[in-house]
């Protein structure tokens, strides 16, 4: 009789550039650059990572789902995140935030994505 098998993950470093996680024999970086959610989060909710699936990562306190293969290949997912302080906002939906060191009256757009 066999036992249940079980995917895990590990976090087996995390610096000033960005975490390293251990996948079975394989282990990725994962650089703040591209992963930005992971910035100022706490050792506590990054290390809390579970695998539910064989390509699918999950950090229940921060609330990440990513595919494994998007942090193998993060330039064939191109949609990444800005982040504003702790809330972090997708690509897609930069113009729709006023830049909050902005005093003037009406919002203004990130650079890339000016009118």
Known sequence: ?????????????????????????????????????????TVGQVSHVERPTKDHLYWPELDVDLSIESIRKPSAFPLIAKSTGRQFIPRTELALVPDPGDQADG???????AP
């Not at 590990?10 to 610096?15: D, G, L, P």
């Not at 996948?23 to 989060?41: I, N, S, V």
């Not at 919002?107 to 994505?113: A, D, G, K, T, W």
């Open 107 to 113: 919002p203004s757009f990130p650079r890339e994505l």
């Open 1 to 41: 009789m066999h036992g249940i098998a079980t995917l895990v993950a590990e976090v087996t470093h995390i610096s000033q550039n960005g975490l390293w996680l251990l996948l079975e024999d394989e282990e990725l970086l994962l650089t703040y650059e591209q992963f930005p959610w992971f910035r100022e989060a």
